[in-house]
């Protein structure tokens, strides 16, 4: 089994910064594709960065500029750096994750969803 784990969240002042992580354990051959979603309330989850093995990014254009993601492969874990924090970024962040459980099967892979950190921003 593999299980997502995120951390970081809280509540911050608009302009302000807070740091997501997010670990992967368990049955883990590999890990491609890491991302950030978020869901506001009353609104659909959507997709805020993504980074593959390799480090290649891409952003929401909502954050462009604003947020890093990160990853480190022999932790098994990504980061959100959030910086100059809006109130429209209020929201609950989820960790996605495509897992190869093994490498007996090393073309199949899983996503998984970790249970979500809620950030606030607000004065």
């Known amino acids: 089994q593999v299980q997502l784990v995120e951390s970081g969240g809280g509540l911050v002042q608009p302009g302000g910064s807070l740091r997501l992580s997010c670990a992967a354990s368990?049955?883990?051959?590999?890990?491609?594709?890491m991302r950030w979603y978020r869901q506001a309330p009353g609104k659909q989850r959507e997709l805020v960065a993504g980074?593959?093995?390799?480090?290649?990014?891409d952003y929401a254009d909502s954050v462009e500029g604003r947020f890093t993601i990160s990853r480190d492969n022999a932790k098994n874990t990504v980061t959100l750096q959030m910086n100059s924090l809006k109130p429209e970024d209020t929201a609950v962040y989820y960790c996605?994750?495509?897992?190869?459980?093994?490498?007996?099967?090393?073309?199949?892979?899983?996503?998984?969803w970790g249970q979500g950190t809620r950030v606030t921003v607000s004065s």
């Open positions: 996605n994750a495509e897992i190869i459980p093994t490498e007996r099967r090393p073309t199949i892979a899983y996503r998984y």
């Open positions: 368990g049955t883990i051959f590999r890990i491609n594709r």
């Open positions: 980074i593959i093995t390799g480090g290649t990014t």
